[in-house]
Each structure stands twice: as C-alpha cells, then as structure tokens.
C-alpha cells in the first residue's frame, strides 16, 4: 500500500506510508520529492503541507537536460513543454537555481527551518 503514486518521465512513483506517516503524527518535519500533480492530495490528506518548486528558467533548463545522457522519456523541447500541465499549480515557495547551488541549498534550508514567508496568494 502506497499513500501517493503518480507517473512522471514514464515511470511510475509511489510514496509509502510508513516512517513518513509516523513522522507527521509526532509533528516533525517530513520532506518528500513529489510530482506537483500530487500536491494538491496531499494538501487534501495532510495538515500543513508547503511545496517548494526548485526550477530554472527555460534556457538553463533546456541546456541542463541536453547534458543528461541515458532518459528515454522524449526529447529536451517535450520534456519542457509539459511544465504545460502544471500551468495552474500554485506552490508556496519558489527556488530559482540560476546560481551557485549552495545559494539554492540554503534558500531551501531557510524554507525548512521556517524562516522564509511563503509566496502570496
């Protein structure tokens, strides 16, 4: 029994219940890698649920994904085009990884420890 599943990249993902379920009841922090088009269940099922997008502008993500060797799952311009389906997803913190990465590590780290204001409606 899985708590979430969903499918990107043409595989398929599940999140079990388990130690993360546990975690969440003793009121601890609990941090998952998800699809956003699972976001909105979990907020559905969860108390406090805050999703962080960590993106890249077109350009840098384009130029990232032509590097990537071995993904079967279409090509860069396909790959890019579904952010598409997600037009409408409203996250609640947004991290641009235009920098060095330690600058996006410790913004995610601010998120974590609750120290950044979540985004406006």
């Known amino acids: 029994m899985f708590a ?3 499918e990107a990249h043409g595989q398929r993902s599940t999140r ?6 546990n975690e969440i009841r003793a009121g601890r922090v609990v941090i998952s890698n998800v699809s956003r088009g699972i976001v909105a269940q979990m907020r559905e099922k969860y108390a406090s649920v805050d999703a962080v997008l960590i993106t890249a502008p077109t350009a840098i993500l384009a130029v990232r994904l032509g590097r990537r060797t071995g993904e079967t799952d ?3 311009i396909d790959r890019i ?3 598409d389906a997600f037009a409408g997803f409203r996250p609640d913190h947004v991290i641009e ?3 060095a990465p330690e600058d ?3 913004r995610l780290l601010d998120v974590i420890r609750g120290s950044t204001a979540p985004l406006s409606p």
């Open 74 to 76: 279409g090509s860069v």
């Open 4 to 6: 979430f599943w969903w």
């Open 104 to 106: 996006a590590v410790r």
């Open 97 to 99: 990884t235009t920098g």
């Open 81 to 83: 085009k579904r952010n």
């Open 16 to 21: 079990s219940p388990g130690a993360a379920e």
